[in-house]
């Protein structure tokens, strides 16, 4: 392809983004703290827009069908690399952003050679079952004193 042709390409719609979850361990001890990951296609219903509806849906699917165990929802980052191809090699700008999943998500057009890196990042961190071990009972003692016999 020649510069001239990079630079007459016009942004397309983003039609669909990828969703990738990742479940992280709590344990601190443990060097591998990625403990699940997985990915899925999604096709937005209006062009260049998620719901926040949208968001929340997809993302409840996700944790349902990656994991049994509770976890917790970490941060939620938001890929749209929106730049010209000749000017993405020339700056540093950052294409990833955190988001609350409180409003709607806009992505920007974008040139058909970066579709494909238009993505959601939802990180999630598990709770391991033996770790909660923290929560306090309340224990009732007998307060009769014994009789010396």
């Known amino acids: 392809m020649e510069i001239e042709e990079i630079e007459n390409i016009e942004k397309k719609n983003?039609?669909?983004?990828?969703?990738?979850?990742?479940f992280l361990n709590n344990?601190?001890?443990s060097d591998d703290n990625l403990y699940f990951f997985t990915k899925?296609?999604?096709?937005?219903?209006?062009?260049?827009?998620?719901s926040k509806e949208e968001l929340f849906n997809q993302i409840s699917l996700g944790k349902k069908k990656c994991i049994e165990k509770k976890s917790?929802?970490?941060?939620?980052?938001?890929?749209?690399?929106?730049?010209?191809?000749?000017?993405?090699?020339?700056?540093?700008?950052?294409?990833?952003?955190?988001t609350n999943g409180l409003t709607d998500i806009t992505f920007n057009k974008t040139h058909k050679e970066f579709l494909k890196l238009n993505s959601i990042h939802v990180?999630?961190?598990?709770?391991?079952?033996?770790s909660n071990n923290n929560t306090k009972k309340n224990l009732k003692y007998?307060?009769?004193?014994?009789?010396?016999i």
């Open 72 to 98: 917790k929802l970490v941060s939620i980052l938001i890929h749209n690399n929106y730049s010209d191809p000749l000017e993405f090699i020339k700056t540093n700008d950052s294409f990833v952003h955190e």
């Open 27 to 29: 344990n601190e001890d």
């Open 123 to 130: 990180v999630f961190k598990v709770n391991d079952v033996n």
């Open 14 to 22: 983003v039609n669909n983004v990828m969703f990738f979850f990742y």
């Open 142 to 148: 007998n307060r009769r004193t014994r009789k010396n």
């Open 40 to 50: 899925d296609k999604y096709n937005l219903k209006n062009p260049n827009i998620i």
